[in-house]
């Protein structure tokens, strides 16, 4: 199995950027396609963005972060990213990082998701 740990969460301005990374360990993250999910108290997690796991291979966005954030993936560092640019204060959440190997999966359900990181908080203010 797969431990994922992130971090680069923290306090930024509306506007402002944030990069949140996604160390992996136990195996490489070319066995899975990775997403990023954020969730606020009270709701349910969101997805935000994934990545399949080979190079070049697809990318998906939430529609609420398109053009704003980008997700990318080291294999080499098995560590993925998210760059998080133009931030808004909607976007307050804990991000969660996630592994999956479900062939066929759209990366959008979190069901379809294996392993999870313990969360970094990312806290927009206006």
């Known amino acids: 199995q797969v431990q994922l740990i992130e971090s680069g969460g923290g306090l930024v301005q509306a506007g402002g950027s944030l990069s949140l990374s996604c160390a992996a360990s136990g195996r490489t993250i070319g066995d899975y396609y990775m997403g990023w999910f954020r969730r606020n108290p009270g709701k349910e997690r969101e997805f935000v963005a994934a990545?399949?796991?080979?190079?070049?291979?697809?990318?998906k966005y939430a529609d609420s972060v398109k053009g704003r954030f980008i997700i990318s993936r080291d294999n080499a560092k098995n560590t993925v990213y998210l760059q998080m640019n133009s931030l808004k204060p909607e976007d307050t959440a804990v991000y969660y990082c996630a592994a999956g190997t479900l062939y066929g999966s759209t990366m959008e359900r979190d069901r379809d998701y294996d392993y999870w990181g313990q969360g970094t908080q990312v806290t927009v203010s206006s």
């Open positions: 990545s399949q796991r080979w190079p070049g291979g697809s990318r």
